[in-house]
């Protein structure tokens, strides 16, 4: 999900980044957006997805929590596949992945198909994603991509609502498939390959790398024994990583202050946005008189005014300097809950939403950057790998928290 201006960006890998500014940044977002609608679209449709699959509402959230599993998991996996094997192999891989997802979505009959199905549409989003941001180059174009997933994440919901009315619930989980359309414009204009990459594939550090992000992931879920495998899995991880300091995790990387204060904080911010996401319809519900669809239609108002700002944020953030920006994400983001939590006026809870997705989409454009440029660049879709598994760490713990907000 900064002090500098866009030339300091670009500077220090200025091959790939004029051959990224070949792309058209609307292409770059529609190669990854579309996965934030196919992830909020079962939101509303989680009933009849159940009953079509014959098993309970309850059962059927295991159909999101896959998605946001396989995405968390997939992306450092499709970032080492970009490293390595470079831009053109990363995009048809990913393309199959979406495709044969979709593809058992559409046919599974049973929730035992439906959930692998989802999983790979999840890692093969995890694919685009990657390889978009990293032919970003730029806080602007991060930014246009930044936005589009708050707006895409917007709209999701209802979006997912409309077309299981019209058509089906198999058809609103293909929605993640319209971004395979930028595909060949992607190939045609960007680089085939990234700086190649000697040293012989980390099998042991990538198998630590997704255990533990899978442990994180199922802490909300199991917090006890999730929590308690997340903290071995660390443990073996870092001696991995001392023992293999340039494998599949750099121990460079880790150590690097640049990298890790722009990877916290989008966490941070990730797990605020989804926290109110999943709470403020709730805490309106319990402290106003408004109806379901009132409440829908304002959260979904405010979801798309602030990923607008954040966009424009984005465009003035080299303008402000990077202690400036970080001041105004982290200052926004700890009183976006806070306010939530203690507000009893329905104005201020859809403030606190508007603020929440605001920062995590600023944060996204700015750090995402940050993080980028403080590697080389033969480990720039590492470090975009290893980013946005902070970030789709948040989706996993905002829902936990959300429901100790809503119960206090």
């Known amino acids: 999900m900064p002090k500098h201006v866009e030339s300091a960006v670009t500077e220090p890998t200025a091959a790939p980044a004029k051959a990224a500014r070949q792309v058209p940044a609307l292409w770059l977002a529609l190669l990854a957006t579309p996965i934030a609608a196919g992830a909020n679209g079962p939101v509303l449709i989680l009933p009849e997805m159940a009953g079509s699959l014959g098993v309970r509402p309850a059962s ?15 992306t450092p996996l499709m970032a080492g596949l970009l490293r390595r094997r470079g831009l053109r192999t990363t995009l048809r891989v990913s393309t199959a ?45 991060m930014g246009v991509i930044t936005a589009g997933f708050g707006v895409l994440g917007a709209v999701g919901p ?26 060949p414009a992607v190939t045609r204009t960007a680089p085939a390959h990234l700086p190649p990459r000697a040293a012989p594939f980390d099998a042991r550090g990538a198998s630590l790398l997704v255990a533990l992000a899978t442990a994180l992931v199922f802490i909300p879920h199991y917090p006890l024994p999730a929590a308690v495998a997340a903290l071995a899995l ?43 996401l999943f709470a403020i319809p709730q805490l309106l519900a319990a402290r106003t ?15 798309l005014t602030g990923s607008f700002l954040s966009l424009a944020f984005a465009a003035v953030s080299a303008r402000l300097g990077r202690r ?22 329905a104005p201020l809870l859809l403030l606190a939403a508007a603020t929440a997705v605001f920062t995590t989409t600023a944060g996204n454009a700015t750090l995402a950057v940050y993080a980028t440029r403080a590697a080389p660049d033969s480990q720039r879709p590492t470090v975009i790998g290893l980013f946005s598994l902070c970030y ?16 206090t």
């Not at 059927?60 to 997939?74: D, N, S, Y």
């Not at 495709?99 to 989802?118: H, K, Y």
């Not at 400036?324 to 006026?345: M, N, Y």
């Open 60 to 74: 059927a959230t295991w159909l999101v929590t896959a998605f946001a599993w396989a995405m968390a998991v997939g």
């Open 97 to 141: 992945l979406v495709l044969a997802g979709t593809l058992l979505v559409a046919l599974a009959p049973w929730m035992a198909l439906a959930l692998p199905g989802r999983a790979a549409q999840a890692v093969g989003g995890a694919g685009l994603v990657t390889s978009a941001m990293s032919l970003a180059g730029s806080v602007r174009r």
């Open 158 to 183: 209802l979006l997912g609502s409309l077309i299981a009315d019209a058509l089906s619930w198999r058809v609103s989980l293909a929605v993640s498939a319209l971004a395979l359309l930028a595909v």
């Open 234 to 276: 660390a443990a073996l991880l870092t001696a991995h990583v001392r023992a293999r300091p340039d494998g599949f995790v750099p121990a460079t990387l880790l150590r690097t202050p640049a990298f890790l204060s722009a990877a916290l904080p989008a966490c941070a911010l990730s797990t605020s946005y989804f926290t109110l």
């Open 289 to 303: 008189h408004w109806s379901t669809a009132t409440i829908g239609t304002g959260q979904l108002l405010v979801l």
């Open 324 to 345: 400036r920006v970080l001041a105004v994400l982290i200052t926004l983001g700890a009183l976006a809950p806070v306010t939530a939590a203690v507000s009893p006026w």
């Open 392 to 407: 789709q760490l948040g989706g996993a713990f905002g829902p936990a928290f959300a429901t100790l907000i809503t119960l």
